[in-house]
């Protein structure tokens, strides 16, 4: 029985049949060729990790020794490292880790490894996990929390703990250093004895791969959980309740990396319920962690109902209070103005900040770019964006260099990611989800990394190994490598092109949280703000939010030559015009088409690119196991029937404003407007899983 079960399972193997659950990450399992490891330090946990992922991994010359040195050196920063073919120095433990992996990466994916300083870019290097406190997780799309769990019985199983382990480690190979472990719309619960006894458990387990654990927290908190009438930030009382409740946590966490804050902002409270400013809400919190080394990253994503210009606020609130924050704070500010939309133009408070310690945030998670179903390689939009130049200290003030410390003298850099990560056995829900965590962490530490490179890495640690013997290795970098890293590069265009080109933005789905078309929506007396209709601004006379000095004017907020070239159609990029401007549907194009045939044809353009996303992954079939195969075969599938439903909706509903008719190329609709809409109002808030 025995011997039959092991020729099955031998068979299965070499047909490439083997079930791939995608829960190894890139870090797959590797046949290492002997090593000797030499630490030259005073052995820790985290050195024993280090030590141990080279001998379980090293695929450099078989009986090779490896030396692992703590040493002062001044060309190194932060957690940085120096790196040799058998040599990692570093000036801290975790430095050392980082070039374990960087050493491995390397031999992994056959880049060579010269003598050379490798630094991060940002100091802090973090997830954002909205992960409620009952386990659910806001904008997940990848089962339960990793972390917190329904039955809130508190009890930490091995299973849990292996879990975070392994977290822990995925998010060390890349360089990241720090996890936010509940949602941004934080319940003050998360504050309390149980849930800070949890948390310390995961502070432990996470501690080993140098990941150190932050919290969000509730501004009202005092109130809420600590019953005092008030949570004025200038109120002795809550003063005294929020340094308290920090040295409840520091005695648990002595390493605890501090607080994430979202206040006066969708409803949540904060400084302004008291009349006070965000600088007088964020010092008082800093104030409380600063005896501890504490950090307060408080977030800039506020907008009001009020506003006549959403895109407008965060700069408006802020730019007054450059200078007014304490240096343990950091201010967080999402890549752009609007919220995380499949394209925005940069955030035009990057740069404007001078005095003020700003890092950016983006979303891992898929939210407005397809969920867990669509796939989409994010770091092409952030590599977008962190190279943008701002303009604001001369020219190359990119965003990345005005927030890595390279033009203003900041106290303190970071970067962070709203998280993608769930119970599900591969981590992300969709396979090419997991490229999203490795890319924003390869970006993290290195801001000016191309997203070329990190897909070839990903790639090539990710699905080496699960070829079937029906295809030979060497043609895989040709028939796998180079096709689906030019699909990976390709595919945050292509929901670009058939959700929101041209600068269109926030038009999705609001009944089926937000994936899909749904730029109708408008429900009567719902606030303006959250419908699309106030976005898109269609009418008979054109399409477009007018930002222009004429309009809105938020196109002042940019620094020039900026402000100019998007204030003018004629020299606005293709890709921002209808974030600035509302434009004729008969507009004449730089292409020499009219507005109306262009915004077809980027359309219809994305529905194509997705059609062809689909046979470049059939081809791949030989060099992918079957299970991972299968999965992403069948998002595809359900992405191009989202694709041409995008399509379809928003060009049948602009076209009842511009009633000209869909370009002859244009591949004709295959829904009608009333069903589209019919069929969006009665969708399940949770679509079923592809
Ligand atoms: C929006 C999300 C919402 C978040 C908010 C935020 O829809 O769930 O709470 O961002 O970042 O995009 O605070």
């Known amino acids: 029985m025995k011997k039959l079960l092991f020729s099955l399972w031998l068979l299965s193997t070499t047909l490439g049949l083997r079930a791939e659950d995608g829960h190894q990450l890139w870090l797959r399992p590797h046949q290492a060729a002997p090593v000797t490891v030499v630490v030259a330090a005073k052995n820790s946990t985290l050195l024993a990790m280090?030590?141990?992922?080279?001998?379980?991994?090293?695929?450099?010359?078989?009986?090779?020794?490896?030396?692992?040195?703590?040493?002062?050196?001044?060309?190194?920063?932060?957690?940085?490292?120096?790196?040799?073919?058998?040599?990692?120095?570093?000036?801290?433990e975790a430095g050392l880790l980082y070039g374990v992996f960087e050493l491995l990466r390397r031999q992994q994916t056959g880049q060579p490894v010269a003598d050379k300083v490798f630094n991060p870019s940002y100091e802090y290097r973090l997830l954002n996990h909205w992960d409620n406190p009952d386990g659910s997780v806001e904008r997940g799309y990848a089962g339960h929390s990793i972390f917190w769990r329904k039955d809130s019985s508190f009890v930490v199983t091995a299973k849990d703990k292996a879990l975070w382990q392994e977290y822990a480690r995925a998010n060390a190979s890349v360089g990241l250093n720090g996890a936010v472990i509940n949602n941004v719309n934080a319940s003050p619960l998360i504050l309390s004895a149980?849930?800070?006894?949890?948390?310390?458990?995961?502070?432990?387990?996470?501690?080993?791969?140098?990941?150190?654990?932050?919290?969000?927290?509730?501004?009202?908190?005092?109130?809420?959980?600590?019953?005092?009438?008030?949570?004025?930030?200038?109120?002795?009382?809550?003063?005294?309740?929020?340094?308290?409740?920090?040295?409840?946590?520091?005695?648990?966490?002595?390493?605890?990396?501090?607080?994430?804050?979202?206040?006066?902002?969708?409803?949540?409270p904060g400084p302004q319920d008291y009349g006070r400013t965000h600088a007088d809400g964020a010092n008082m919190l800093a104030d409380a962690v600063k005896p501890y080394g504490g950090l307060v990253m408080w977030r800039a994503f506020v907008y009001s109902p009020n506003d006549k210009d959403r895109a407008k606020q965060a700069y408006n609130e802020f730019v007054p209070l450059d200078g007014k924050f304490r240096d343990n704070i950091i201010v967080q500010v999402k890549n752009g103005p609007v919220d995380f939309q499949p394209r925005e133009p940069f955030s035009p408070l990057f740069g404007a900040l001078k005095k003020t310690s700003v890092m950016p945030e983006f979303q891992i998670t898929q939210e407005y770019l397809g969920h867990s179903i669509d796939l989409a390689f994010l770091s092409t939009m952030w590599e977008e964006c962190l190279g943008s130049d701002t303009y604001q200290a001369g020219p190359s003030s990119t965003v990345a260099r005005v927030t890595d410390g390279s033009v203003y003298p900041q106290k303190h850099t970071a970067m962070a990611g709203v998280?993608?990560?769930?119970?599900?056995?591969?981590?992300?829900?969709?396979?090419?989800?997991?490229?999203?965590?490795?890319?924003?962490?390869?970006?993290?530490?290195?801001?000016?990394?191309?997203?070329?490179?990190?897909?070839?890495?990903?790639?090539?640690?990710?699905?080496?190994?699960?070829?079937?013997?029906?295809?030979?290795?060497?043609?895989?970098?040709?028939?796998?490598?180079?096709?689906?890293?030019?699909?990976?590069?390709?595919?945050?265009?292509?929901?670009?092109?058939?959700?929101?080109?041209?600068?269109?933005?926030?038009?999705?789905?609001?009944?089926?949280?937000?994936?899909?078309?749904?730029?109708?929506?408008?429900p009567p007396k719902m606030r303006a703000d959250w419908t699309p209709p106030y976005y898109h601004q269609a009418d008979a006379q054109g399409v477009g939010f007018d930002r222009t000095t004429g309009g809105s004017n938020a196109v002042s907020q940019y620094h020039e030559p900026l402000a100019g070239q998007f204030n003018n159609p004629a020299t606005c990029p293709d890709e921002y015009l209808l974030w600035f401007h509302h434009l004729p549907w008969d507009f004449k194009m730089k292409s020499g088409r009219t507005l109306w045939d262009e915004l077809a044809l980027h359309y219809d353009h994305g529905v194509q690119q997705v059609?062809?996303?689909?046979?470049?992954?059939?081809?791949?079939?030989?060099?992918?196991?079957?299970?991972?195969?299968?999965?992403?075969?069948?998002?595809?599938?359900?992405?191009?029937?989202?694709?041409?439903?995008?399509?379809?909706?928003?060009?049948?509903?602009?076209?009842?404003?511009?009633?000209?008719?869909?370009?002859?190329?244009?591949?004709?609709?295959?829904?009608?407007?009333?069903g589209v809409i019919a069929n969006d109002a009665v969708r399940p808030r949770q679509q079923p899983r592809p």
């Open 50 to 92: 280090a030590k141990q992922e080279l001998e379980r991994n090293w695929q450099g010359a078989a009986g090779a020794t490896v030396t692992l040195t703590l040493k002062k050196d001044n060309a190194i920063k932060h957690d940085g490292f120096r790196l040799g073919p058998t040599s990692v120095r570093a000036t801290t």
């Open 194 to 268: 149980e849930y800070l006894g949890r948390t310390k458990a995961i502070a432990d387990v996470l501690r080993p791969y140098g990941v150190k654990t932050f919290l969000a927290v509730k501004f009202s908190s005092p109130v809420l959980l600590g019953g005092l009438k008030t949570a004025d930030p200038l109120d002795p009382a809550v003063k005294k309740w929020w340094q308290a409740k920090a040295k409840e946590i520091y005695q648990q966490i002595p390493d605890f990396g501090g607080f994430l804050v979202k206040a006066s902002s969708e409803g949540q």
């Open 419 to 522: 998280a993608n990560t769930g119970l599900d056995r591969n981590w992300t829900g969709q396979d090419f989800g997991q490229a999203n965590w490795y890319a924003f962490g390869r970006l993290a530490w290195n801001n000016q990394l191309k997203s070329a490179q990190i897909a070839d890495e990903w790639l090539k640690q990710t699905f080496t190994g699960a070829t079937s013997s029906t295809a030979s290795a060497s043609d895989w970098n040709t028939n796998f490598l180079a096709p689906v890293t030019q699909l990976m590069l390709a595919s945050r265009e292509a929901i670009v092109n058939y959700s929101m080109p041209l600068g269109l933005h926030h038009i999705m789905s609001a009944t089926h949280d937000h994936y899909g078309p749904g730029p109708w929506w408008a």
């Open 611 to 674: 059609r062809q996303f689909q046979q470049v992954w059939d081809k791949a079939q030989p060099y992918v196991d079957a299970e991972r195969f299968a999965a992403v075969q069948n998002k595809l599938r359900a992405q191009s029937g989202n694709a041409v439903l995008w399509k379809d909706a928003c060009l049948l509903y602009f076209q009842q404003f511009s009633h000209l008719p869909i370009p002859a190329i244009v591949e004709p609709p295959m829904h009608t407007l009333e």
